[in-house]
């Protein structure tokens, strides 16, 4: 077998794997969803200050880059 068609066999066989791991991700999101769902409805005005903390913080980062 050729360098190429080794190679080709190596996407091809990645390329069939790609929905699967999707699905898998997909279903890790998920559950950061709910996580993090649990945590605004715990903690709202936490949540609140820290994303604005986290906005000031991004902006001015932002200003320099």
């Not at 190679?7 to 279903?27: C, F, G, H, Q, W």
């Not at 949540?47 to 880059?65: C, D, E, N, Q």
Request: aromatic share 6%; proline share 3%.
């Amino acid at each position: 077998m050729s360098k190429e068609s080794s190679a080709i066999s190596s996407i091809t066989n990645e390329l069939e794997r790609v929905p699967e791991r999707v699905e898998d991700a997909r279903k890790a999101l998920e559950g950061w969803k709910g996580d993090v769902e649990k945590m605004v409805k715990k903690n709202p005005v936490r949540t609140v200050l820290g994303s604005f903390a986290i906005g000031y913080v991004v902006a001015k980062v932002g200003r320099y880059i």
